[in-house]
């Protein structure tokens, strides 16, 4: 294995281990967390949230339901920008030469379905007329006419990418465990706070 020698050339500390690309940053280590919270808040409450028909008026979870959905497109662009203008430690030796592309791929999925699923929510939303706030702060437009087709629709596959990017996920954290438990090697670290 490559190691960085020490001045007296006896330290054996890993390479990877020197690099200052070796962990995410602070903000894109709390964005990641930040969201991994909401989204879990966000199944439970669409999983627990009554069934939505013809002429449901939005109650409590309904309306939270919405103002988490449209917290986390919000912090997912902010996660992306920030993302585009620094720089992040995407080559590690512990990934394999398949798990590399494999890994970016799922990550990149991710950030798709995180920021269009909530749209097509949003969009369904509209097409039921109902009032869209978040958290009873500020209303926002509605995407769609009331009663639109497309509207309609969007709910549909809605629902069907948000069992698509939960099976994704799980695909993610399984990856991610396996990395510390079976593998040993410092994958999960990268994302786990403290090391920079
Ligand atoms: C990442 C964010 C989101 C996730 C993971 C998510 C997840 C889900 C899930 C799993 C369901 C199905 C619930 C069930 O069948 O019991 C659902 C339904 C629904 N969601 Fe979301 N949602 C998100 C964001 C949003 C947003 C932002 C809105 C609106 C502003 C919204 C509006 C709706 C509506 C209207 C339905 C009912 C659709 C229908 O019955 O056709 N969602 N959502
Ligand atoms: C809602 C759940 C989650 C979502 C949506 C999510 C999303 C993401 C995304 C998009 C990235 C790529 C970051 C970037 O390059 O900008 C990432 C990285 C990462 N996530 Fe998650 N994550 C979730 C949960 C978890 C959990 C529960 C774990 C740990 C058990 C985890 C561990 C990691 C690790 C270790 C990385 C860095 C991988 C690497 O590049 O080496 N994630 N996550």
């Given amino acids: 294995m490559a190691v960085n020698p020490g001045q007296d050339g006896a330290d054996a500390t890993p390479l990877r281990a020197a690099s200052p690309l070796s962990s995410y940053g602070p903000v894109?280590?709390?964005?990641?967390?930040?969201?991994?919270?909401?989204v879990v808040v966000q199944y439970v409450v669409a999983i627990t949230m009554p069934d939505i028909g013809r002429n449901t008026v939005p109650g409590t979870l309904i309306n939270l339901?919405?103002?988490?959905?449209?917290?986390?497109?919000?912090?997912?662009?902010?996660?992306?920008?920030?993302?585009?203008?620094h720089p992040i430690p995407l080559a590690t030796p512990d990934l394999s030469s398949w798990e590399q592309p494999l890994a970016r791929i799922v990550h990149a999925a991710l950030y798709v379905l995180l920021a269009v699923n909530?749209?097509?929510?949003?969009?369904?939303a509209s097409a039921r007329d109902?009032?869209?706030?978040v958290f009873g702060l500020f209303q926002l437009p509605h995407l769609v006419a009331a009663q639109s087709p497309i509207g309609r629709q969007a709910g549909d596959v809605h629902q069907f990418l948000a069992w698509?990017?939960?099976?994704?996920?799980?695909?993610?954290?399984?990856?991610?465990?396996?990395?510390?438990?079976?593998?040993?090697?410092?994958?999960?670290?990268?994302?786990?706070?403290g090391r920079t």
């Fill in 28 to 38: 894109a280590k709390t964005l990641h967390w930040l969201v991994f919270a909401l």
């Fill in 65 to 85: 339901h919405m103002s988490i959905g449209l917290t986390i497109v919000a912090l997912v662009v902010v996660r992306w920008l920030w993302r585009v203008g």
């Fill in 118 to 124: 909530p749209i097509l929510g949003w969009m369904n």
């Fill in 130 to 133: 109902w009032k869209i706030t």
């Fill in 164 to 193: 698509v990017l939960l099976a994704l996920i799980g695909l993610h954290v399984v990856a991610a465990l396996y990395h510390y438990f079976v593998r040993h090697d410092s994958v999960l670290q990268r994302m786990l706070p």
